[in-house]
């Protein structure tokens, strides 16, 4: 069974595939296994691709996919920042040794707004690998875990794969673990700018729009790596597809009527307030990361650093 949605959540494609396979299974499918929970308000759900089974029903790498369901932060209040934040510090801890040395890869073009959630994440990141390298009774009695950050732009600003530059930050630095964060795209409304997907099963940047520019994980990284998204973009016409199928109208019409009009899928749609929701997510994946590895750092003084 073919999934004819462009989204890179994995809960949205396990959703997706179990419309059809429930209708006459029981249960999860072989590959998969899923679970959820709800902590402060806060939904979280794990999808864990575990055989290739699993990959080809859905067409993501083996791994463990977390999506956490934040809300609108950017019209939220601190508290309600701060517990989303807590919450993705345990997912990141989960998958990554806080305690070993971490380089950021905030991937992405950070002159396009809702691509821009890696270069601003990294901005809001507590980098300290330069005071251990230079001051390191300051950072031993700081208690600062070791954190490296490279924005490696595009391909078309500088001529160079991100996959390569990070593979050489990584030999320089010396980082046991990666953690690429990037924008991604979503099918439903209600996760756009409103949720945050941390796999250790890789990301591909550009695949969400149709501009796959190879895929970073350990195999191609050479260490461990953990990938933060947050969804930015809908495809329009999986967006029309989905609302005309609410409506009770066929999916076959649909697509034929789709076609027929010239509706190509190279069309992508944000939320209105992009720009302030971007900025928020950001800052929550910069924080988040910090908190992981400086555990001694409150919220509050990450907002002056």
């Not at 809702?114 to 031993?140: F, M, T, W």
């Not at 409304?189 to 190879?214: E, M, Y």
């Not at 009770?248 to 209105?272: F, H, L, P, Q, W």
């Not at 800052?283 to 590895?293: E, H, M, W």
Request: charged share 25%; glycine share 10%; net charge neutral.
């Amino acid at each position: 069974m073919s999934i004819r949605i462009r989204t890179d959540m994995a809960s949205e494609l396990r959703g997706e595939y179990m419309k059809e396979y429930s209708k006459t299974h029981s249960g999860e499918p072989d590959g998969i296994r899923y679970s959820e929970y709800e902590k402060n308000g806060l939904k979280v759900s794990k999808v864990s691709i575990v055989n290739e089974n699993g990959e080809r029903l859905i067409g993501k790498p083996v791994g463990e996919y977390y999506s956490l369901y934040t809300g609108k932060l950017w019209l939220s209040d601190f508290n309600s920042f701060k517990k989303a934040s807590n919450e993705l510090v345990r997912i990141i801890s989960t998958l990554c040794d806080v305690h070993s040395p971490v380089l950021v890869a905030g991937l992405g073009n950070r002159y396009i707004t809702a691509d821009a959630i890696g270069p601003l994440a990294c901005s809001n990141l507590i980098v300290s690998r330069h005071i251990k390298q230079y001051e390191r009774k300051i950072y031993d009695s700081a208690g600062l875990g070791e954190v490296s950050a490279i924005v490696p732009g595009v391909l078309a600003q500088t001529g160079i794969d991100a996959i390569q530059l990070i593979r050489s930050a990584v030999k320089e630095t010396g980082a046991e673990c990666v953690i690429a964060v990037d924008a991604l795209a979503c099918r439903e409304v209600q996760s756009l700018a409103c949720s945050v997907q941390i796999t250790d099963g890789g990301i591909s940047p550009g695949s969400g729009v149709g501009n796959d520019r190879g895929e970073i994980s350990k195999r191609t990284v050479g260490v461990k790596t953990v990938c933060i998204g947050v969804p930015t973009v809908i495809d329009a016409r999986t967006f029309v597809r989905d609302s005309l199928e609410n409506a009770g109208i066929d999916r076959d019409g649909i697509e034929k009527a789709m076609n027929n009009s010239g509706c190509k899928g190279n069309t992508y749609v944000c939320s209105k307030d992009c720009d302030v929701a971007v900025d928020e997510m950001a800052r929550l994946v910069g924080y988040a990361i910090s908190k992981a590895y400086h555990r001694s750092l409150t919220y509050e003084e990450m907002m002056y650093m």
